[in-house]
Nanobody
């Protein structure tokens, strides 16, 4: 599986961005997908996850009510709609594929994901 994240950029606080992750491979629709982020000098942290069908989602507390994850299995794409952005949301955002088919997790652990995209930079100015 190959992942290509896009949609990052520079936005003012309070603004919005939509990240997209395009995946290759016909088995995309069998896997939970996640978004993570990593700010300079900090560890990679979980942002959101969505199960294989799109029927279940899970969010980190700091993005609840502001971010929304979705997927389009026909287009092999996962989206992250980010609203009410804050300067502390500044980071490189990564999409990832969970390591097990048809497995739903509410774990925040990056170790459960075994394919990663290259990341897209999001910068929120104050």
């Amino acid at each position: 599986v190959q992942l290509q994240a896009s949609g990052g950029g520079l936005v003012q606080a309070g603004g919005s961005l939509r990240l997209s992750c395009a995946a290759s491979g016909r088995t995309f629709r069998q896997y939970t997908m996640g978004w993570f982020r990593q700010a300079p000098g900090k560890e990679r942290e979980f942002v959101a996850a969505i199960n294989w069908s799109g029927g279940r989602t899970y969010y980190a507390d700091f993005v609840k009510g502001r971010f929304m994850i979705s997927r389009d299995n026909a287009e092999n794409t996962v989206l992250l709609q980010m609203n009410s952005l804050k300067p502390e949301d500044t980071a490189v955002y990564y999409c990832a594929v969970h390591g097990s088919r048809y497995y739903w997790t509410q774990s925040n652990s990056a170790d459960e994901y075994n394919y990663w995209g290259q990341g897209t930079q999001v910068t929120v100015s104050s």
